[in-house]
T-cell receptor, first 110, second 112 residues
């Protein structure tokens, strides 16, 4: 059974710092990996989708990488801003479904 | 505007009552999903539908029921058999099952 883990559960950084969020999965037979952002009390906003054949995807200050063989994905946020404060969730696509990690709560201090 | 709408935003239920959460999309997506989120936890899949008139149980389907009579709509009923229904419920859709999923704003259900 696929298990997705995100470490750390919470992270606090000063504004302007570059940071990396980690996501690991136990079964490498995934067809994609999706990163989401969730603000308190809100739905999920899709940030990046990496297909299993890809190594990375970029959108603005965000870069996500995927290493299926090691069961890992990272989300790199450059030059963090207070507006980046939110919970970030990763999800592994498998069998027509997404299996979610528990999220990393990010706080960017001005 | 294309998107996914969920209603109501907040819902209160007395014990023993069934309630139905609405999810509508105008993205022309074939697949739709219902998730439950509890505080400090990731999302868990309740039910999903890959096409009209078809749906499958997810990981936590007990105490829930769904229907998919129209492509645009995927309502979720929380029955009295669900012992701990207080949670945040999220609906999502994708062009086909396995593609990028897009989410609605959620419904917060509280049992009084």
């Amino acid at each position: 059974k696929q298990e997705v883990t995100q470490i750390p559960a919470a992270l606090s950084v000063p504004e302007g710092e570059n940071l990396v969020l980690n996501c690991s999965f136990t079964d490498s037979a995934i067809y994609n990996l999706q990163w989401f952002r969730q603000d308190p009390g809100k739905g999920l906003t899709s940030l990046l989708l990496i297909q299993s054949s890809q190594r990375e995807q970029t959108s603005g200050r965000l870069n996500a990488s995927l290493d299926k063989s090691s069961g890992r994905s990272t989300l790199y946020i450059a030059a963090s801003q207070p507006g980046d404060s939110a919970t970030y969730l990763c999800a592994a696509g498998q069998g027509g479904k997404l299996i979610f990690g528990q999220g990393t709560e990010l706080s960017v201090k001005p | 505007d294309g998107g996914i709408t969920q209603s109501p935003k907040y819902l209160f239920r007395k014990e023993g009552q069934n309630v139905t959460l609405s999810c509508e999309q105008n993205l022309n997506h074939d697949a739709m999903y219902w998730y439950r989120q509890d505080p400090g936890q990731g999302l868990r899949l309740i039910y999903y539908s890959q096409i009209v008139n078809d749906f499958q149980k997810g990981d936590i389907a007990e105490g829930y029921s769904v229907s998919r009579e129209k492509k645009e709509s995927f309502p979720l009923t929380v029955t009295s058999a669900q012992k701990n229904p207080t949670a945040f419920y999220l609906c999502a859709s994708s062009i086909v099952a396995g593609n990028e999923q897009f989410f609605g704003p959620g419904t917060r259900l509280t049992v009084l």
